[in-house]
T-cell receptor
Framework: DQQVKQNSPSLSVQEGRISILNCDYT??????FLWYKKYPAEGPTFLIS?????DKNEDGRFTVFLNKSAKHLSLHIVPSQPGDSAVYFC???????????FGTGTSLTVIP | GAGVSQSPRYKVAKRGQDVALRCDPI?????LFWYQQALGQGPEFLTY????????KSGLPSDRFFAERPEGSVSTLKIQRTQQEDSAVYLC?????????????FGPGTRLTVL
């Protein structure tokens, strides 16, 4: 039972344009969300997080938006750069335990 | 700088063999996590250690899977009598302190292939 879903396996964007990666979740108890970036043959690296008390968090070119009523979050990257080409995972957790639930990932390709 | 390291990076096992996967977390990190990532999937939680104590093993898929961290640093994930469905990348992550708001640093993973 996949509690965190990323329905777009891949996305291609021109350099300089906005990349929007989407994530949906089913568990209403999730209250903390993260995005990870993964290059081939490396482990995921933390990118940005958001708590459910907020609806937006921004860090440089990266902004995460949370819509709790829709159980949806998105990651915006602007402007996109070729170095952003990677697989992006969203993850979520509840306030009990230490588990994070990951989506299946979206492979982003930024075309120079 | 020294990140999380894992060995071996690749392991091929015949069905029924036992394997041991090693994780060296960042020095001083209290928390250690193991994840299993099947092809085309996201990482799935297996188990969590705080120092040497295994506080959560709810994600271990069967009693063939066993993890330990006897001195609160290096951890080993052991899989007995491997099956083809065990083929996956096994990721280890560590964080400085306990609690979910502490950033997890991932190792590169061990790719296990069971023939």
């Amino acid at each position: 039972d996949q509690q965190v879903k990323q329905n777009s396996p891949s996305l291609s964007v021109q350099e300089g344009r906005i990349s929007i990666l989407n994530c949906d979740y089913t568990n209403s108890m999730f209250d903390y969300f993260l995005w990870y970036k993964k290059y081939p043959a490396e482990g995921p690296t933390f990118l940005i997080s958001i708590s459910s008390i907020k609806d937006k968090n921004e860090d440089g070119r990266f902004t995460v938006f949370l819509n709790k009523s829709a159980k949806h979050l998105s990651l915006h990257i602007v402007p996109s750069q070729p170095g952003d080409s990677a697989v992006y995972f969203c993850a979520a957790s509840t306030n009990t335990g230490n588990q994070f639930y990951f989506g299946t990932g979206t492979s982003l390709t930024v075309i120079p | 700088g020294a990140g999380v390291s894992q060995s071996p990076r690749y392991k091929v096992a015949k069905r029924g063999q036992d394997v041991a996967l090693r994780c060296d977390p960042i020095s001083g990190h209290v928390s250690l996590f193991w994840y299993q990532q099947a092809l085309g999937q996201g990482p799935e939680f297996l188990t969590y250690f705080q120092n040497e104590a295994q506080l959560d093993k709810s994600g271990l898929p069967s009693d063939r899977f066993f993890a330990e961290r006897p001195e609160g640093s290096v951890s080993t994930l052991k899989i007995q009598r491997t099956q083809q469905e065990d083929s996956a990348v096994y990721l280890c992550a560590s964080s400085l302190n306990s609690g979910r708001y502490n950033e997890q640093f991932f190792g590169p993973g061990t790719r296990l292939t069971v023939l």
